[in-house]
């Protein structure tokens, strides 16, 4: 069975840093394009970050450029999202997901496994 389990979210103040965590099992990890997407309350799940499986490629979301980076360790099946400089309008649920397919999307219904979510608040 696949498992997708996020970590690292909190409440934190504007300017702060966290990690989250995401670590995978149950699938072929090093094969799977690893992104990130968050969710505020009554907004669609959107676009934050993606790296391909041997990490040779990285895309990110306009709003998170520059600040946020991600990176992955295929040893231990976890992808992780640095979030630097956080903003209140980083609020947001952020979830895991993993794409199957041979070349990257952005888009919500591309990827095929989802994790349960970690929470992450920003305040001013």
């Known amino acids: 069975q696949v498992q997708l389990v996020e970590s690292g979210g909190g409440s934190v103040q504007a300017g702060a840093s966290l990690r989250l965590s995401c670590a995978a099992s149950?699938?072929?990890?090093?094969?799977?394009?690893m992104g990130w997407f968050r969710q505020a309350p009554g907004e669609e799940r959107e676009f934050v970050a993606l790296?391909?499986?041997?990490?040779?490629?990285?895309e990110y979301a306009d709003s998170v450029k520059g600040r946020f980076t991600i990176s992955r360790d295929n040893a231990k099946g976890t992808v992780y999202l640095q979030m630097n400089s956080l903003k209140p309008e980083d609020t947001a649920v952020y979830f895991c997901?993993?794409?199957?397919?041979?070349?990257?999307?952005?888009?919500?219904?591309?990827?095929?496994?989802w994790g349960q979510g970690t929470q992450v608040t920003v305040s001013s």
């Open positions: 997901g993993a794409d199957g397919s041979s070349s990257w999307n952005t888009v919500v219904w591309a990827y095929d496994y």
């Open positions: 149950g699938l072929p990890f090093s094969s799977y394009i």
């Open positions: 790296i391909t499986g041997s990490s040779d490629y990285t």
